[in-house]
Nanobody
Framework: EVQVVESGGGLVQAGGSLRLSCTVSGLIFNDYTIGWFRQVPGKEREGSGVSCISNVDGRTYYGDSVKGRFTISSDNAKNTIYLEMDSLKPEDTAVYYC???????????WGKGTLVTVSS
């Protein structure tokens, strides 16, 4: 059974930092691109994604709104990716979902999300 589990959300003041973690199990970690999407309460989940990292070739992606503030990394030994979020803004407030996707296998898995609240 595949599991995608997020952690690290919480309440932080504007300008502060948080680190999100996403641990996956039940799949071949190195065959997947793993990333973060977010959804503001009451709105649809952003389709373009916040950030992702390919465990196949190491490439990373950042959305325009988080470039220079967020850093994604991967620990293959722990089957975990991290999203270091710095200089947080109130508009970063959202539920952050972890996604594991493999184009080779045509598979796509989601976690249940972790809430990040940035107060002004």
């Amino acid at each position: 059974e595949v599991q995608v589990v997020e952690s690290g959300g919480g309440l932080v003041q504007a300008g502060g930092s948080l680190r999100l973690s996403c641990t996956v199990s039940g799949l071949i970690f190195n065959d997947y691109t793993i990333g973060w999407f977010r959804q503001v309460p009451g709105k649809e989940r952003e389709g373009s994604g916040v950030s992702c990292i390919s465990n196949v070739d190491g490439r990373t992606y950042y959305g325009d709104s988080v470039k220079g503030r967020f850093t994604i990394s991967s620990d293959n030994a722990k089957n975990t990716i991290y999203l270091e979020m710095d200089s947080l803004k109130p508009e970063d407030t959202a539920v952050y979902y972890c996604n594991a996707k493999s184009r080779v296998y045509g598979l796509n898995y989601w976690g249940k999300g972790t809430l990040v609240t940035v107060s002004s």
